[in-house]
């Protein structure tokens, strides 16, 4: 299984970013993609996630109504849309992946992809 994650930048408090991650190499078409972020000197913590057996989705409460995670299965891709960007997401963000629903605990999540770091200035 490979995982690659892309569309991290720069951007003021307040603007929008999307994060794409590709995932090739499930067997299964069941599986969970999520999204984790490790800020410096902090633990690496989940911050999305999304099944394709039945769509079912996890934010946590702080990005909840300011993120959106989605997927293309005709891609392969997951996205994660971020709006309304504040200074505490200042952080890398990974993609990971798991068979089964979804989970929130970076321990659920057997396969990564490289980070992409993501800047919120004020």
């Given at each position: 299984v490979q995982?690659?994650?892309?569309?991290?930048?720069?951007?003021?408090?307040?603007?929008?970013?999307?994060?794409?991650?590709v995932i090739s190499g499930f067997t299964s078409d069941d599986y969970a993609i999520g999204w984790f972020r490790q800020a410096a000197g902090k633990e690496r913590e989940g911050v999305s996630c999304i099944a394709t057996?039945?769509?079912?989705?996890?934010?946590t409460d702080s990005v909840k109504g300011r993120f959106t995670i989605s997927r293309d299965a005709a891609k392969n891709t997951v996205y994660l849309q971020m709006n309304n960007l504040k200074v505490e997401?200042?952080?890398?963000?990974?993609?990971?992946?798991?068979?089964?629903r979804i989970g929130s605990t970076k321990n659920d999540f057997p396969y990564w992809g490289?980070?992409?770091?993501?800047?919120?200035?004020s």
């Open positions: 995982l690659q994650a892309s569309g991290g930048g720069s951007v003021q408090s307040g603007g929008s970013l999307i994060l794409s991650c057996s039945d769509g079912a989705t996890y934010y997401d200042t952080a890398v963000y990974y993609c990971a992946a798991r068979t089964g490289q980070g992409t770091l993501v800047t919120v200035s």
